[in-house]
């Protein structure tokens, strides 16, 4: 059973950093691109980030580039998220997400992660 | 990236069919197969109902169903029911190698 669980959500000050994680299991991780995307209260889903299953290709959506960072640990089953310079609309919940194999699309869904951006 | 048009609520009794539509342009939605659609229940995590314009992860219901013409993809529920009251979101691959939403569509059964 693929799982996806995110952690290391919390409240910070506009400005601050926080770094998410992303523990995948019930698959082989090391084959799958993976995504960050959010969901600010009430509204939307937002694409944030993508990262190829190697690593070599990365993309950000304009309204993070510069600030967020994704990266992945294909030893540790592992992806994260580095947010600098924090702002209030960064506030949201923050899904780990699968790409689907061979595929340019989001499969399965970890429940997601709360960063709250407020003085 | 503007977010791909979706209508803000669609509803239907038991029974009826609906369909949502999800409009994008000739780089996302227009130009590639990789539309899909996701369900979200209040409080819960997207889950992932169509893939590659019209198909279905096993274990999802054959009462979804999913098309596209040109710019437009729709999402068809046949045979409503109490519990497809959720919201519904479409996506697309784009040509930046990003991804794009809808804006979403909240389902409501009479």
């Known amino acids: 059973e693929v799982q996806l669980v995110e952690s290391g959500g919390g409240q910070v000050k506009p400005g601050g950093s926080l770094r998410l994680s992303c523990a995948a299991s019930g698959f082989t991780f090391s084959s799958y691109s993976m995504n960050w995307v959010r969901q600010a209260p009430g509204k939307g889903l937002e694409w944030v980030s993508s990262?190829?299953?190697?690593?070599?290709?990365?993309y950000y959506a304009d309204s993070v580039r510069g600030r967020l960072t994704i990266s992945r640990d294909n030893a540790k089953n592992s992806l994260y998220l580095q947010m600098n310079s924090l702002r209030a609309d960064d506030t949201a919940i923050y899904y780990c997400a699968r790409g689907r194999s061979n595929s340019k699309q989001i499969d399965y869904w970890g429940q997601g992660t709360l960063v709250t951006v407020s003085s | 990236q503007s977010a791909l048009t979706q209508p803000a609520s669609v509803s239907g009794s038991p029974g009826q069919s609906i369909t949502i539509s999800c409009t994008g342009i000739?780089?996302?939605?227009?130009?590639?197969?990789?539309v899909s659609w996701y369900q979200q229940h209040p409080g819960k995590a997207p889950k992932l109902l169509i893939y590659d314009v019209s198909n279905r992860p096993s274990g999802v219901s054959n009462r979804f169903s999913g098309s596209k013409s040109g710019n437009t993809a729709s999402l068809t529920i046949s045979g409503l029911q109490a519990e497809d009251e959720a919201d519904y979101y479409c996506?697309?691959?784009?040509?930046?190698?990003?991804?794009?939403f809808g804006a979403g569509t909240k389902v409501t059964v009479l």
């Open positions: 990262i190829s299953s190697s690593g070599t290709y990365i």
């Open positions: 000739s780089s996302d939605v227009g130009g590639y197969s990789y």
């Open positions: 996506s697309s691959y784009t040509s930046s190698n990003t991804y794009v």
